[in-house]
């Protein structure tokens, strides 16, 4: 999978919302499948991925 040049973060929080709501997984898990639809390995690599943007401006 490859990283899109910006995620498009309304998309996040509104895809784990659903995956939360509708298919009974937690917060976490469901962050998790969120980011992977966006081409991230997991939650945790997308917000670092979003917070290097944001600190260097930097697309790692």
């Excluded at 929080?13 to 499948?33: H, N, P, V």
């Excluded at 290097?52 to 697309?59: A, E, R």
Aim: net charge negative; aromatic share 12%.
């Amino acid at each position: 999978m490859s990283t899109p040049s910006i995620p498009d973060i309304e998309a996040f929080e509104e895809r784990a919302a659903i995956i939360e709501y509708d298919g009974g997984l937690t917060r976490k898990q469901a962050e998790d499948l969120a980011a992977q639809a966006q081409g991230f390995r997991d939650a945790v690599n997308y917000w670092q991925w979003l917070a290097d943007y944001v600190l260097g401006k930097q697309i790692t």
